[in-house]
């Protein structure tokens, strides 16, 4: 075989595997681009099951919250009120001491 062969023969080689490695990450975005698309319907497969167990969630957690805080609610108010009740008092106090 001449040197002229041995050139188009490497040259022929040099293209396949060219054409080979690029393929390869052709392939591989083609597979990404299904595995996206797939994700994505699952997450709008489940989103609104999981968006309904977080509101169930969030308003369970607002009930509980809501019992467990209004005693101390209605305790504080009370407090406040017998704050004000004795300082409305001292200040009769202090006006008949005054007068």
Same mark, same amino acid.
């Given at each position: 075989?001449?040197?002229?062969?041995?050139?188009?023969?490497?040259?022929?080689?040099?293209?396949?595997?060219?054409?080979?490695?690029?393929?390869?990450?052709?392939?591989?975005?083609?597979?990404?681009?299904?595995?996206?698309?797939?994700?994505?319907?699952?997450?709008?497969?489940?989103?609104?099951? %999981?968006?309904?167990?977080?509101?169930?969630?969030?308003?369970?957690?607002?009930?509980?919250?809501?019992?467990?805080?209004?005693?101390?609610?209605?305790?504080?108010?009370?407090?406040?009120? %017998?704050?004000?009740?004795?300082?409305?008092?001292?200040?009769?106090?202090?006006?008949?001491?005054?007068?």
């Amino acid at each position: 075989m001449s040197l002229q062969s041995w050139r188009d023969l490497a040259v022929a080689l040099l293209a396949f595997e060219t054409l080979i490695l690029s393929l390869i990450p052709l392939a591989l975005l083609y597979l990404a681009v299904r595995g996206v698309i797939w994700s994505i319907r699952q997450v709008h497969f489940h989103a609104p099951r %999981v968006q309904e167990f977080f509101r169930k969630m969030a308003r369970t957690t607002d009930q509980i919250g809501q019992r467990v805080v209004a005693p101390l609610i209605s305790a504080r108010a009370g407090m406040a009120g %017998v704050r004000r009740w004795l300082s409305v008092i001292s200040s009769i106090d202090r006006i008949k001491e005054r007068v």
